[in-house]
């Protein structure tokens, strides 16, 4: 998916689990951001949304899970994993999400 898809593109981060089992989520959009933080989002939710699928894979039972819910003017996508097998694209959006969003409710 090339960057150019995502027009008015708002990135929303779910995270569940952990020691407490607590869901927590994040949402940025390019509205929202500068020029730097507007150019990252929109190039790592194009590799991000390019990137194959993670296997499932075995992780510890305080682990986090995350859903990335990538929405635009073109649709939505959802991608999942847990914080062993994400994508390093994705693992960044998600950081990028976190440092740069703003809490809303899960």
Known sequence: MDEEAFGALSVTVRRSGGFAGVT???A??????????????????????????????????????????????????????????LPPPLAELVELVRAHGSPVQP
């Open 24 to 26: 927590r989520a994040w």
């Open 28 to 85: 940025l959009s390019l509205a929202d951001a500068d020029d730097e933080v507007a150019g990252r989002l929109r190039s790592l939710a194009s590799s991000a949304a390019g990137a194959p699928a993670a296997a499932p894979a075995p992780g510890p039972a305080d682990g986090f899970s995350y859903e990335v819910l990538l929405e635009s003017e073109g649709g939505s996508s959802a991608l999942r994993g847990s914080e062993r097998t």
